[in-house]
């Protein structure tokens, strides 16, 4: 019997999900588990742990890029939703959640409002409801490799499963395997793996966007 971990990206996993469903808000935190609760698939893998790593969502102050009205990203629903996420997903069975920082880095136009720009036909005065709020995971990413290298180290599974798009992650594989770990990557949905993530694996394992949907919409 083959002992797994599953390391999972949840930014990464929470959009392919929501691409999957097409669908405009994002996951519950039982969809996300039931998913992540059938990852290990073949008969001989047995679960040791669920690792999944996501940005406390930003409790910055700012004003809006038009208005200038001073706004909190505590009080957005997507603060709210990600703060009720993480508290229900922690409760789960075989769950560990690992909190980094998430940080404001400026508005930037919605994708709509771009493409108008682009295409001259945009003939509309600029207010806030165009833009929308870009931020960046902090933290993450380190806290991946140090448990991947902490597991492999510890020799505590004998197989990796990485839920993540991110090739910011061979050099933690490449320990993992050295240390005679095997790494199975997950592709999810039509889009590409990088050409690195699956270079420095084991093994690639798919779920397409009908198989979410099926596990998720007749569970």
């Known amino acids: 019997m083959k002992k797994v971990a599953i390391i999972v990206d949840g930014q990464f996993l929470m959009h392919r999900i929501k691409d999957a469903l097409n669908e405009t808000k994002y996951p519950t935190a039982d969809e996300i588990s039931l998913l992540l609760n059938d990852l290990a698939k073949n008969k001989d893998e047995e679960v040791y742990r669920i690792f999944f790593y996501q940005g406390e969502h930003s409790k910055q102050k700012t004003e809006k890029p038009i208005s200038k009205t001073e706004v909190e990203f505590k009080d957005s629903e997507i603060a709210k939703y990600s703060t009720e996420l993480l508290a229900t997903l922690s409760k789960k069975e075989l769950m560990a959640v690992r909190v980094g920082d998430t940080r404001f880095r400026g508005w930037k136009l919605k ?93 690639i394992r798919e779920i397409t966007n009908e198989d979410i949907k099926d596990k998720l919409r007749n569970s």
């Open 111 to 203: 994708k709509w409002v771009q493409n108008k720009f682009i295409t001259s036909q945009f003939n509309e005065k600029l207010s806030d409801d165009h833009f929308t709020p870009e931020f960046q995971q902090k933290g993450v990413d380190i806290k991946i490799g140090l448990d991947v290298a902490w597991l492999a180290s510890k020799r505590l599974v004998d197989r990796i499963i990485l839920v993540t798009g991110d090739s910011d992650f061979v050099p933690a594989i490449k320990f993992a395997r050295r240390e005679g770990l095997q790494v199975v990557i997950l592709k999810i949905g039509p889009k590409k793996i990088h050409e690195t993530l699956e270079i420095h694996s084991d093994f």
